[in-house]
T-cell receptor
Framework: NAGVTQTPKFRVLKTGQSMTLLCAQD?????MYWYRQDPGMGLRLIHY???????AKGEVPDGYNVSRLKKQNFLLGLESAAPSQTSVYFC???????????????????FGPGTRLLVL | GQQLNQSPQSMFIQEGEDVSMNCTSS?????WLWYKQDPGEGPVLLIA?????ELTSNGRLTAQFGITRKDSFLNISASIPSDVGIYFC?????????????FGEGTQLTVNP
C-alpha cells in the first residue's frame, strides 16, 4: 500500500494564479484532512471531509476550496494564490485503522509527504 | 478557540542526553497524541494517551497524560541522531467534531553527535 500520496511535491506560483493539490489514499479511510504548516505555528487545519461528497471548514479555510468526489481523493484548490499562502501543505486520512491495529480509530491520522508551495 | 501551548520551541542537545517537552491546554480533553515529523516528511504518530495519569512508552520515548487532563509530557531517553525532527502534541476533538486534531506549535529537536 502506498498510504497517503500528494501531488505535486513542489510548485511555484505567481500571485493570482490558481492550482489544485491532489491527495490520494489507498487505505479505504473515511476521513481526510488538509493542513498547512508554517514555521512556529504547527499544523493548522484548512478543510476536512468525513466522507465522500462531504466537506467542512477547518481553522484557516479562507482562500481555499476542497472537493471529495471520490472516497480515495481529496482535492485542495487555490483560486487566486497570494504570497500568504506560501507554505507546506499536508494531507492526512483516518478511520478505520487496518486490521490488527491495536490503537484507536478516528484519532490516528496518517499523513502524506507534503507539498511545498511558493507564491511569488 | 482551543489554546494549546507547547514548549520548548527548540532544543539543541548532545547525543546520549535525555529530552523532555510538554504541552498544556486551556480545556480538558480525553485524548492526547504525540507525533514526530522527520525532516522533509509528514508527521507520524508516536504515542496516544487516553486516560488521566496514563504513562505510556514506545522504546526510548515515554509520554504521560497529566492528572488535570490539561497537560502532557514527552520524554526521550539517551537521544540518538535519528531523534532529530519536530515533535508535536495534538488534541483529539472527538467524533462529533469530525475527528479533528489540534496541534501544538512543535518542538524542533537537534541532536549533535
Amino acid at each position: 500500500n502506498a498510504g497517503v500520496t500528494q501531488t505535486p511535491k513542489f510548485r511555484v506560483l505567481k500571485t493570482g494564479q490558481s492550482m489544485t493539490l491532489l491527495c490520494a489514499q489507498d487505505m479505504n479511510h473515511e476521513y481526510m484532512y488538509w493542513y498547512r504548516q508554517d514555521p512556529g505555528m504547527g499544523l493548522r487545519l484548512i478543510h476536512y471531509s468525513v466522507g465522500e461528497g462531504t466537506t467542512a471548514k477547518g481553522e484557516v479555510p479562507d482562500g481555499y476550496n476542497v472537493s471529495r468526489l471520490k472516497k480515495q481523493n481529496f482535492l485542495l484548490g487555490l483560486e487566486s494564490a497570494a504570497p500568504s499562502q506560501t507554505s507546506v501543505y499536508f494531507c492526512a486520512s483516518s478511520y478505520p485503522n487496518p486490521p490488527g491495529y491495536s490503537g484507536g480509530d478516528q484519532e490516528t491520522q496518517y499523513f502524506g509527504p507534503g507539498t511545498r508551495l511558493l507564491v511569488l | 478557540g482551543q489554546q494549546l501551548n507547547q514548549s520548548p520551541q527548540s532544543m539543541f542537545i548532545q547525543e546520549g542526553e535525555d529530552v523532555s517537552m510538554n504541552c498544556t491546554s486551556s480545556s480538558i480533553f480525553n485524548t492526547w497524541l504525540w507525533y514526530k515529523q522527520d525532516p522533509g516528511e509528514g508527521p507520524v504518530l508516536l504515542i496516544a494517551l487516553y486516560k488521566a495519569g496514563e504513562l505510556t512508552s514506545n522504546g526510548r520515548l515515554t509520554a504521560q497524560f497529566g492528572i488535570t487532563r490539561k497537560d502532557s509530557f514527552l520524554n526521550i531517553s539517551a537521544s540518538i541522531p535519528s531523534d532529530v525532527g519536530i515533535y508535536f502534541c495534538a488534541l483529539y476533538a472527538g467524533e462529533t467534531s469530525g475527528s479533528r486534531l489540534t496541534f501544538g506549535e512543535g518542538t524542533q529537536l537537534t541532536v549533535n553527535p
